[in-house]
């Protein structure tokens, strides 16, 4: 075991403190010590993408980053993007597609397709396989997850559209 | 897969970098993206001590252009080449190559400086630099030097750096003419079976400068300089390809892994390589 | 003022059979609240991890824990010597063999248990997993079961007699000390004169690779051993919890009514979490001894090169025909490569599981079959990734030597299968190796999948890639992948499917609730499929109560009803019939109930969708809801209150859900790469529960099917090694590999099942890896190809074509 550190984030807008061995994995840390369950473990070598969360504006692997390397950082899961009131269009849409099975993969993926949507807001069939390339499901097939972020795409620019 | 125990840095600037790699020497590692040393922290293969992020060190990172030549910060992820416009117009290599890295969220974190100073033989970085006749620059307590990316790679992991130097940053001239990035894989996440860097000029209908590099075909980056010969001053025609390819596969040297047997890897360098030649002098 | 509800309304209204009900699961999934078992916390837990070999086959001289216990946090490090003494150093597995818990003198295969530390956490645990230090003497290695049946070497001397000996196993008499058994199914020696005096004999050796299910979430439990009240609640990624608590109460002596067992969500199974693992021992062991709960959860690596691999069949065929294609009999040897230990999940009787299907989708007057398993130094297991028993071993063999037939008789391969076909007037069929198909229309499928994708189009365009080829315009050849596939799902009747002398029937519980609404329990355990929403669909039909107001659960085996849990596509046709059998039983008595409250006679009540009419006055009836209340308010003479029913079901036969697969692909032969330009997949699985359910499960079980055929294995070194560990080496195909799939339908209900449903979720799996295969090796056949082996990667695609003399 090594000293344990100081650390500081913030996790889904709520200020987090607590102290940490340096090498405790991210992914650890929110489900283990903040109780924050939705990102799962899949590979533990970067492959799978279950465990995808946006850190800093970024999709990342939450099992390939040290809780160290977080300190300071804002974080958002699953559990962020929408709550039981207020579904993120995505949740929406996955149900409303069938683009879940075991519902495993699920968290990471909703996660990663949010920033991909944020970036391309009007991604083509292929930018999405593409962008969601980093993320594995063994349920799906991916065909029912794509048509679900082209369907949640649709909707967000018809809302934006709306408000103009 | 839990990682053995280390100690954290997280210095401000390069000299608390040095600081630490002089106090620690062999047990400190710098880490920049993470993807490739933190799967081998958890898998217990990599020991790492003392462990120093550089992510606070402002200097390490950012794009700029100056008079046709590119630099590029060590902690510039490829996230952020593919986005760089400017730098997609100066290199579209670049951009082509690193989208044929890893998967996005491992490109979010993946840095040019840590792709291409851990001497992993399945990097796709470290051949693109050769092919560009990039300069590296390493700091360390002697001061600044700098190696250029043809002469860095002496074995699988094994690199001219020194243990107690960083590699700061990369740069290149802009090339001129067309290039290509072709890259063969068995699925996305997936090193390369075979991948080349071409950069060709044409001029009046013949190829006027070539540099080839390929990828996970040695236990280095295989720069060819018979290759580019064999292309400079034809019209880059079947019979040049096939020189060209010729000389470079006398330069590889694969060897056998799940991704298939010596011989496949040969003739899938081969192939690789001849689409890699007949997309940049399209471009050219 | 009007009402009008119409009929169809009422219909709707209930979400019942047919209707493609959004599911109930993925609210909590989409907001990551799912609860699978690693989000189990509870005070106090312990972790525990295991210490492995990094031998194939080695003695174990010696093992020193003294360092990790030395460590902080560690509790205690448990050896094979700590288990002897409770007798659980060695456990049953599933197929009648017996299996390490922990490593008992040597071990058999890279990866195998050999300790199991316990500390505070998961941290500690790996730190002192280090610190254990194990002396081994390494031994000669046999991962080749047919070197394994010539070689000296005895893998498994616990199996031999002192005297040399070879006492029989599970299976009968045994040729060799590495040896397992011989299973036969069929004709032998008709057969033989059957192939020996027909006009054409096509043979073929085939090698079914070992993979792996590699679900998402990996194997894991956590054991609380309440010492208190002498109660154990075990939690687990479980696919059949009731059968894991019989085997544990069993192995343990703890009496099954103190052992509670629960599957929350599980994360994927398909196969890999059937069996029961020494982590679930271990970690058993370790809450009673020191009295609070242990978790324990594999990661990656561990997970595929120690639970649950599946196929790694040897497969020799001859199948003979007249000379115009009718086919005459089938001849099947198998060399079954088992590992170091026979895990296999089969019912008892069938220790190649449903291998003998393989005659498949044909009328085959006269078959043999026989299967040797092997012992070797790999990993046990054996288990049916994402299909019935064996089936999709079947269905590649029948699938590949109609293909071999095809070529030998210089005929085309759909033509061949169509002469060949069961005629839908020979159901019910008994075929040559014992089964007795239940319904199908195979020619009508067969018609409408090749009218589908334009197939002599696709023929043509394929004899014109080939004279382009040959010009030297492409570089690429074109595949086309034919598969009819019949599978054999739902074990199964208790009279021939038991698992460990557990009969493989299945179960459903019902209660309504006074205000119309109910809890249905089943024995068996969704990891994905959408039990929630498929079962209250069917139940909504049969009882007449909105589907949303039925709530299913599975899993718990204090409050679920027996049963054998979820895999080989058994809960349609085996729980789901429990299902409607017990919504029967609720109607039976609400008719009862509806005749007394509408004062006419039970026989002048007939059941209409959601209530009761009396027979020619429908503008006199009751609802199911009304019905309900008065089922518990209302004293009614001659019946008791409440509305609960249970159904065990014993199937009477298996179900036989069948396919018609085409795909369409591009193969580049310099650099072996693969393009799938089309997939079309026409399923039948008898009455349709959830048309967008069913969709889901063809496009996953066809893209593990792509994974299975183009890459995904467990390969080995000779040394034992195992060689794709991690996610890196093992295919798991991203959204970018995999195609589009176009899927279709026939509707052949089952006759023997209370709703005619046959199950779907193994199916696209079962077809989908035969028809990829025929695919690559269609696109060489112009050039004299007759079988290459999977997986098709691209490096064996470039051997292939290399071979051929493709490459100049």
Not at chain 1, 4 to 20: P, S, Y
Not at chain 3, 588 to 615: N, P
Not at chain 3, 714 to 736: E, H, R, S
């Amino acid at each position: 075991m090594s000293k344990k550190m100081h650390i500081q984030m913030t996790v889904n807008g709520e200020e987090q403190e607590f102290l940490a061995e340096p090498r405790e994995l991210l992914i650890h840390t929110l489900r283990e010590r903040l109780n924050i369950t939705g990102p799962h473990i899949g590979c533990e070598t970067s492959h799978c993408g279950a465990c995808t969360v946006t850190i800093n504006g970024k999709s990342v692997k939450s099992c390939t980053m040290f809780v160290a390397q977080a300190n300071g950082a804002e974080v958002t899961t699953i559990e962020g993007l929408g709550n039981p009131d207020s579904l993120h269009v995505l949740q929406e849409a996955f149900k409303e597609h069938h683009g879940l099975q075991c519902g495993f993969c699920t968290p990471g993926m909703i996660t990663r397709a949010s920033k991909l949507l944020e970036e391309n807001p009007t991604p083509s069939e292929e930018e999405v396989r593409f962008g969601m390339a980093g993320n594995i499901c063994r349920c799906t097939g991916y065909q029912n997850i794509v048509k679900s972020i082209l369907a949640a795409a649709e909707e967000l620019n018809s809302a934006k559209e709306a408000a103009q | 897969m839990i990682p053995a125990a280390f100690e954290y840095h997280r210095p401000k600037d390069m000299e608390g970098v040095l600081a630490v790699l002089k106090e620690h020497g062999d047990d400190a590692r710098v880490l920049a993206g993470g993807h490739s040393l933190i799967p081998m922290m958890k898998l217990r293969m990599a020991d790492v001590p003392h462990l120093i992020d550089l992510q606070d060190v402002e200097t390490l990172r950012g794009i700029c252009m100056d008079a046709g030549t590119v630099h590029i910060g060590a902690m510039v992820t490829q996230a952020e080449i593919i986005a760089n416009d400017q730098l997609a117009q100066a290199a579209p290599i670049m951009r082509e190559a690193s989208l044929q890295i890893a998967d996005p969220q491992v490109r979010y974190m993946g840095t040019v400086g840590g792709n291409v100073a851990n001497g992993d033989p399945g990097n796709d970085m470290p051949g693109l630099m050769q092919c560009l006749d990039a300069t590296f620059t390493l700091v360390g307590e002697e001061g600044e030097r700098t190696v250029k990316a043809r002469e860095f790679y002496e074995a699988a992991y094994m690199t001219a750096r020194d243990d107690e130097e960083v590699l700061t940053s990369v740069s290149f001239a802009a090339p001129k003419g067309g290039s290509a990035y072709e890259k063969q894989k068995r699925k996305i996440g997936d090193y390369a079976t075979a991948a080349a860097a071409v950069i060709l000029e044409k001029s009046g209908g013949t190829c006027s400068a070539a540099s080839i590099a390929m990828t996970n075909l040695s236990d280095t980056p295989i720069w060819s300089e018979a290759a580019g010969a064999a292309l400079i001053g034809t019209a880059v025609d079947a019979a040049a390809i096939k020189a060209a390819v010729a000389a470079m596969l006398g330069d590889i040297d694969p060897a056998e892994d799940n991704r298939g047997p010596i011989e496949f890897k040969r003739h899938a360098a081969g192939v690789i390589l001849s689409r890699a030649i007949a997309r940049a002098w399209d471009r050219a | 003022m009007k009402d009008e509800v119409t009929r169809e309304e009422r219909v709707d209204a209930l979400g019942g059979m047919g209707c493609k009900r959004k599911r109930v699961e993925d609210a909590r999934f989409t907001q990551g609240k799912g609860n699978y078992v690693d989000d189990i916390k509870l005070p106090g837990m312990l972790f525990g991890d295991f210490v492995r070999s990094p031998y194939a086959h080695a003695r174990i001289k010696s093992i020193d824990a003294s360092a990790a216990l030395a460590l902080d946090g560690v509790i205690a490090v448990l050896t094979a010597d700590d288990l002897r003494p409770l007798g659980l150093h060695w456990m049953p597995t599933l197929a009648g063999d017996k299996q390490m818990v922990l490593a008992d003198g040597k071990v058999l295969f890279q990866g195998q248990e050999v300790a199991y530390v316990v500390a505070k956490d998961r941290y500690i645990a790996a730190d002192a997993v280090e610190l254990v230090e194990v002396e081994y003497e390494d031994l000669p290695v046999l991962v080749d079961p047919f070197e394994a049946m010539k070689s000296d070497v005895v893998l498994r001397e616990d199996l031999v007699g002192e005297d040399g000996s070879l006492p029989d196993g599970a299976h009968g008499p045994r040729k060799h000390h590495n040896h397992i058994f011989t299973w036969e199914a069929g004709e032998k020696e008709a057969t033989k004169q059957v192939i020996d005096n027909a006009d054409v004999v096509a043979t073929e050796t085939m090698y079914y690779h070992r993979t792996h299910p590699c679900p998402l979430e990996t194997c894991g439990c956590v054991a609380s051993m309440d010492k208190v009240n002498g109660k154990l609640t075990l939690w687990g990624t479980f696919q059949a919890p009731h059968a894991i608590r019989t085997v544990v109460s069993l192995i343990s002596g703890i009496e099954e009514h103190n052992i509670r067992v629960i599957s929350p969500d599980i994360g994927g199974g398909f196969g890999n979490k059937v069996g029961a693992y020494p982590g679930y021992v271990c970690s058993v062991v370790a809450s009673i001894v020191t009295g609070v709960p242990v978790k324990w959860v594999e990661d990656r690596m561990e997970n595929l090169m120690t639970t649950a691999f599946a196929r790694d069949y040897w497969m020799t065929g001859k199948i003979s025909a007249t000379k115009d294609g009718k086919i005459t009999g089938l001849d099947c040897h198998v060399t079954a490569d088992h590992g170091g230990f026979d895990a296999c999940a089969d019912p008892t009787k069938f220790p190649a599981g449903f291998m003998n299907i393989c005659t498949g989708s044909y009328d085959i007057p006269t078959a043999y079959l026989a299967v040797d398993g092997v012992y070797t130094n790999k990993a046990p297991g054996g288990v049916s990734y994402r299909c019935s028993f064996r089936v999709t071993e079947a269905v590649y063999f029948i699938e590949r030597m109609i293909e071999v037939l095809a070529i030998e008789l210089d005929m085309d391969a759909a033509e061949l299968r169509r002469i060949n076909f069961i005629r839908k007037d020979q159901f019910p069929y008994k075929a040559a190796l014992g089964w007795e198909y239940d319904s199908g229309d195979y020619h009508t499928a067969w018609d409408k999948a090749l009218k589908a994708v334009d197939y002599d189009g696709l023929r043509a365009e394929q004899a014109q890639r080939v004279e382009d080829f040959k010009a030297g315009k492409t570089r690429k050849l074109m595949g086309i992948g034919l598969t009819h596939f019949t599978e054999i799902v739902g074990a199964g009747p208790v009279k021939n499917c038991d698992i460990l002398g557990l009969g493989m029937f299945d179960s459903c519980e019902i209660r309504i609730h006074p205000t119309g609404s109910a809890i249905a329990r089943l024995g068996t355990i969704s990891q994905g499929q959408g039990h929630a929403t498929t079962f209250a669909q069917i139940l909504a039909t049969e009882i007449g109560l909105p589907a949303d107001s039925i709530t299913i659960e599975e899993g718990d085996t204090d409050t679920a009803p027996y049963g054998l849990g979820t895999y080989g596509s058994r809960s349609t046709p085996v729980a789901g019939a429990a299902t409607a059998m017990a919504g029967r039983k609720i109607r039976a008595k609400a008719q009862m109930i509806a005749a007394y409250l509408l004062e006419v006679h039970d026989d002048d009540v007939e059941f209409d969708v959601d209530r009761f009419v009396v027979k020619g006055a429908p503008e006199k009836f009751k609802t199911m809801k009304e019905i309900a209340f008065a089922a518990y308010n209302q004293a009614i003479p001659g019946i008791e209150p409440g509305l609960e029913a249970v159904s065990y079901y014993d199937p009477p036969n298996m179900t036989y859900p069948f396919g018609a697969y085409v795909c369409v692909m591009d193969i580049d032969v310099d650099t072996g790469e693969v393009d799938i330009r089309r997939f079309y997949a026409l399923d039948d699985c008898g009455t349709r529960i959830n048309p967008m359910i069913i969709e889901g499960q063809v496009h996953g079980g066809l893209t593990e099917a792509l994974a299975v055929a183009l890459g995904q294995e467990i390969a080995y070194d000779d040394m034992g090694n195992v060689k794709t560990g991690t996610l890196m080496d093992f295919f798991l195909p991203t959204a970018w590999e995999v195609p589009n799939y176009e899927t279709d339908h026939t509707v052949t209900p089952s006759p023997h099942h209370p709703i005619g449903a046959k199950g779907v979720g193994e199916s696209p799996h079962v077809g989908g890896v035969p028809c990829f295969s025929n695919a690559v090796n269609d696109a060489f056949r112009a050039f004299g190809l007759r079988h290459t082996h999977m997986p098709h990667d691209h490096w064996r695609i470039w051997k292939t074509a290399n071979q051929l003399g493709l490459h100049g």
